[in-house]
Structures are given as structure tokens and as C-alpha cells.
């Protein structure tokens, strides 16, 4: 585990797919797979793939199985950033998951079975996570700003944080608006306050060490991608 195949075909040898938006998304799960493979959890039978932002994802699930080696695919978790509409967002997933495979999944995202392709798993899941069973508005920056390893940084996590934030904010206010990506302003922020992570990009960061694959906020994600392979 740790590359992906050609978005044209998938691997007959790692039938158990996430679909990942974006390239950031992409790199910092291989490095939550990896991690989950090392700690013997799951098998090293995952693939990752880069289907692009949320539009391009549904239009591709869609087309997902006219590529090679589908038939061989055992389970499918499509996980992307809630962004500002976390409801719009599991709406969108519910309608493409039933288009492209006649699965009924859930609104908290659990695998359901294809009813057009035998014993095919289908799920989602929508980052920043769940919080009392509902999917929350945000990214995948909201989600590793949380994750962030108290001992992985020169200052304490907290003040790192909190200074970041000030800064953000006096920065608009100097601007007279908002960042547009204010999430991504924030993470790159705090990485630029570190020597280990400064310039590095999220899947980067991952593999050095800033993120605590371990913490709880992850424990919904860990569960539902064991749930893969689980027979």
C-alpha cells in the first residue's frame, strides 16, 4: 500500500478502494492506511485513488464500473470534505451511491450492499467527521488542526493554535474580508510556526509525523475502513 493505480483501471490485487478528492486528501490517507497496515488492523489489500474535487467524484463513481478490474473490487469508501453544506454533502453521496450502484446508504454514511453488484460494499464518509451521529461542515484542514501532535511542535499545540487564529483574524480585519480557503490559511499557518513541517503539504506533514493517527477524532474512520475487509 502507499501508491495508487491509474484512475482508468483498479487494482485486482487491492480490491478494497477509498476514493479520495483532491491530491491532499489522496496522500494523507495512504499515510492513515499505512499506519492502520503497520499496526496490523488491516491487510495490506488498499488502494487509494484521486478522483478529484466533489463534482468530478460523482461524475466519475458513475463511470467507476466501466474500469478494469471492477468486477474484482470488494468494498468502496468515498471520503471528502463536508465543506460548508455537511447535510448537501451526504444528500449528494446518497443519490450518486444509489445512481452508480443501487446501494441505500445510510446518512451517517455506513456500507451498504450494491444491489446491482454482488457483494459489493458501498460507503462514505465526509471530513471533518461525525459528531452525535450527523456529519459536520468543514475540511480535511479542520480535521488535521485537531489531529496535531502535542510533541511534533516546537510550542505547545494549543498556543500554536491560538496564535495562529489571532493572526488569521488580524489579518482580515487589515484586509477588510475573510480568507475564501480559510482552513488551509490556518494548517499552513501553524506548519510555518514549526522548523519539522514548515512548507510541507498535508500528505508531506502526514508522513513526518504531525498527526496523531491515534487520537479519537479518527476512531469513526478507523472503524468504518476495518470494516472493509471485515468478512
Request: aromatic residues 10%.
Amino acid at each position: 500500500m502507499g501508491k495508487t493505480k491509474s484512475n482508468q483501471e483498479f487494482n485486482a490485487h487491492h480490491p478494497y478502494v477509498v476514493i479520495c478528492e483532491g491530491v491532499d486528501g489522496k496522500n494523507f490517507l495512504i499515510q492513515y492506511l499505512n499506519y492502520l497496515v503497520k499496526a496490523g488492523k488491516i491487510p495490506d489489500e488498499y488502494e487509494a485513488y484521486d478522483f478529484g474535487g466533489n463534482e468530478d467524484i460523482n461524475k466519475k463513481l458513475q463511470i467507476s464500473p466501466s474500469l478494469k478490474n471492477f468486477a474484482k473490487m470488494k468494498a468502496i469508501l468515498i471520503v471528502r470534505d463536508a465543506e460548508m453544506d455537511a447535510a448537501g454533502a451526504v444528500t449528494s453521496l446518497q443519490q450518486v451511491c444509489n445512481t452508480a450502484f443501487k446501494a441505500e446508504v445510510a446518512s451517517t454514511g455506513d456500507f451498504a450492499y450494491s444491489g446491482t453488484y454482488e457483494g459489493l460494499k458501498i460507503g462514505f464518509y465526509l471530513w471533518p467527521g461525525l459528531r452525535q451521529g450527523q456529519f459536520q461542515s468543514g475540511t480535511l484542514e479542520d480535521i488535521c488542526n485537531e489531529l496535531l501532535c502535542a510533541q511534533a511542535n516546537e510550542a505547545s499545540t494549543s498556543e500554536l493554535r491560538q496564535q495562529t487564529k489571532d493572526y488569521i483574524t488580524a489579518i482580515e480585519q487589515s484586509r477588510g474580508e475573510r480568507f475564501r480557503r480559510r482552513h488551509k490559511n490556518s494548517l499552513h499557518t501553524i506548519f510555518a510556526g514549526t522548523d519539522r513541517f514548515v512548507g510541507m503539504k498535508i500528505g508531506e506533514a502526514a508522513k513526518a509525523g504531525a498527526f496523531d493517527f491515534s487520537a479519537p477524532p479518527l476512531q469513526v474512520l478507523e472503524r468504518r475502513i476495518c470494516m472493509m475487509s471485515n468478512k
